[in-house]
């Protein structure tokens, strides 16, 4: 499964070392029906993400306050993509292991 998404780049809370991205309720929705057999730690499920032209693997992580999953979003592809808190990025993702 993959989907292309955009939106706002966020802090955990306040911490400025840990930006993420909230994937959209009807993503996570369709995520979190199909990966009940493959979720991780925490209700994570793998996944390539990419902005731009950088790709990477990583995981989503269910937020049971947001009722969405974060896609967390590592320095390092901030730096390449030159992303700052709230940029709005497109993301694409791909479900691993599916």
């Not at 995520?31 to 730690?41: A, P």
Request: with cysteine.
């Amino acid at each position: 499964m993959r989907f292309e998404v955009s939106g706002p780049v966020r802090l955990w809370n306040d911490d400025d070392a840990w930006h993420f991205f909230l994937l959209p309720a009807d993503v996570s929705a369709e995520i979190y029906e199909v990966s009940n057999q493959l979720r991780r730690g925490f209700n994570s499920v793998r996944v390539d993400a990419q902005i731009g032209e950088t790709a990477w693997r990583t995981s989503v992580f269910w937020s049971a306050k947001e009722q969405c999953f974060m896609l967390p979003l590592k320095k390092a592809v901030r730096k390449a993509q030159n992303i700052a808190l709230g940029d709005t990025p497109t993301i694409l993702i791909e479900l691993v292991d599916f």
